[in-house]
């Protein structure tokens, strides 16, 4: 149960970095 909270955490953070990469981008 935990490592499937912290998987899921893990991804989330990785999406949001990604969304704010590309924001940079095309700013």
Do not use: A, D, G, N
């Amino acid at each position: 149960m935990i490592m499937t909270i912290l998987l899921m955490m893990m991804v989330v953070v990785v999406v949001v970095m990604m969304m704010m990469m590309m924001m940079m981008v095309t700013i």
